[in-house]
């Protein structure tokens, strides 16, 4: 059976009830900012507090100005940082997926060389990690599913693999989300699902936008059985995505 998860966007007393109610897990956000838990690190026992009893499967580690395959140390410095501290929030937390970005910007890197530079910073930094921590690396702005796709099977370690967002691959790519799909198929270890109008990344709930959620659903059953769907929507939308989930046979409860 697959793992559902609401991705609670730091709303975690409403995400709670959610979880309670439609027998979810759920995915953290509140601390993909490092200065929100530095000011606040009271933050962690608060909010595991609340979601005693709900599993905590996984949260979003930081994301801004980063790149792993950036040319210059500094900013492959700094990505490291941001990474670890997101690898340690993950231990505190108890979770054991992380989802990240890769910072690529089509255009302003020669992809096989960002790929080397990727699968170098890949292997050192997961030399010391555990074997149970799965890192997904998320689409964002590329157009195309090769640069990831070659980035994690150069890495080819099973600790390393792809969080299709499907409303970035909608509004942001050249590409379908359903060849995204069909091109990563079992590459695809974690899915953030929402929707929008093919010109920006609304959020929006199943039902709305121009996204086609059915045929994705049933794409990803057949080529990523494994994969964890993450609820991604406004939070004002989260209740009647889960419902269209059931309605639609992809969630039992």
């Known amino acids: 059976m697959k793992e559902i998860v609401l991705c609670d966007n730091g709303e975690y007393l409403r995400v709670a009830d959610l979880c309670e109610k439609y027998r979810v897990n759920v995915n953290m956000d ?40 950036s040319y210059d140390r500094l900013i492959k410095e700094a990505t490291r940082n941001r990474f670890e501290y997101a690898y340690d929030i993950s231990q505190k937390l108890g979770c054991k997926h992380i989802i990240l970005h890769h910072g690529y910007v089509p255009g302003t890197s020669y992809p096989p060389n960002w790929i080397k530079r990727g699968k170098i910073f890949w292997n050192e930094f997961l030399e010391n990690k555990s074997e149970d921590t799965v890192f997904h690396i998320e689409n964002l702005l590329e157009h195309t599913p090769e640069i990831i796709s070659e980035l994690v099977s150069t890495v080819n ?16 790519s050249k590409t379908s989300a359903l060849d995204w799909i069909v091109k990563l198929n079992k590459q695809i270890g974690f899915v953030h699902m929402h929707n929008n109008h093919g010109h920006k990344d609304e959020h929006l709930g199943f039902e709305k936008g121009t996204l086609d959620i059915f045929e994705i659903c049933n794409a990803l059953e057949e080529y990523a059985p494994n994969s964890i769907w993450g609820i991604e929507t406004d939070i004002n939308d989260m209740e009647s995505s889960i419902i269209w989930l059931k309605n639609n046979n992809f969630l039992y409860f």
């Open 157 to 172: 370690d099973v600790r390393l693999d792809i969080c299709l967002d499907v409303g970035h691959a909608h509004c942001n």
């Open 30 to 69: 509140a601390f993909y900012d490092p200065e929100f838990y530095s000011k606040h690190p009271e933050e962690i026992e608060k909010q595991l507090k609340r979601y005693e009893g709900i599993r905590v499967c996984s949260m979003h580690g930081p994301f801004a100005d980063l790149c792993f395959g």
